[in-house]
């Protein structure tokens, strides 16, 4: 079975600029997930999708940050324009469908605001 | 609102100690409860997972965790541990009311040989 895969592994980009991270989950997942995971702490979610609608998006810094999942399957992941504070690991998660089910992580975009 | 917590940020233990983390989460409905690990340079793994029935669950690599529901607690344990163990350890919980999946702060644990 293939994982979750995430593109890029890792990016640089100054402040201001912009950049976009991509997920595709597991097949038939219903459930997506965006963390952030800053250095030292623990994964916080962003935003989760149920097929293609959002649950929550409540911790996503709307001004800067947005994410689609179009038809259902892959994500992206946006931010414009980047602060320094957006250092960070974003991590897709993606599982069957919420209760009773696992979630399975991908190998995550290390991004570097400079 | 929905939270999770881990006692212990930093563990440093040799190698064939005991191991206990302490993780408890604020939700008092039902919930799905699990580790995750991240070793040095890997993605999260599912370490176990509770959904329901026996409270005391074992997952792999000799880990068990036991669900204590009136102490809103999930505490993972290991008799032995080993050097291959060292890694940051994640709590999280899924609650059916919240409908999402939190994680706590992490523990990292280094075992020296």
């Known amino acids: 079975e293939a994982g979750v895969a995430q593109s890029p592994r890792y990016k640089i980009i100054e402040k201001r600029q912009s950049v976009a991270f991509w997920c595709n989950p597991i097949?038939?997942?219903?459930?997506l997930y965006w963390y952030q995971q800053i250095l030292g702490q623990g994964p916080k979610l962003l935003i989760q999708?149920?097929?293609?609608?959002?649950?929550?998006d409540s911790q996503l810094p709307k001004d800067r940050f947005s994410a689609e999942r179009l038809k259902g399957v892959d994500s992206t992941l946006k931010i414009q324009p980047a602060k320094l504070e957006d250092s960070a690991v974003y991590l897709c998660a993606s599982s069957l469908r919420g209760v009773n089910t696992e979630a399975f992580f991908g190998q995550g975009t290390r991004l570097t605001v400079v | 609102a929905q939270s999770v917590s881990q006692h212990n940020h930093h563990v440093i233990l040799s190698e064939a100690a005991s191991l206990e983390l302490g993780c408890n989460y604020s939700?008092?409905?039902?919930?799905?409860l699990f580790w995750y690990v991240q070793y040095p340079g890997q993605h999260l793994q599912l370490l176990l997972k509770y959904f329901s029935g026996d409270p005391l669950v074992k997952g792999i690599k000799g880990f068990e965790a036991e669900f204590i529901k009136s102490k809103f607690s999930f505490n993972l344990r290991k008799p032995s541990v080993q050097w291959s163990d060292t890694a940051e350890y994640f709590c999280?919980?899924?609650?059916?009311?919240?409908?999402?999946?939190?994680f706590g702060a992490g523990t990292r644990l280094a075992v020296h040989p």
């Open positions: 999708f149920q097929n293609n609608g959002v649950v929550d």
């Open positions: 939700y008092g409905g039902t919930v799905n």
């Open positions: 999280a919980v899924f609650s059916g009311g919240y409908n999402k999946l939190i």
């Open positions: 097949s038939g997942h219903a459930t």
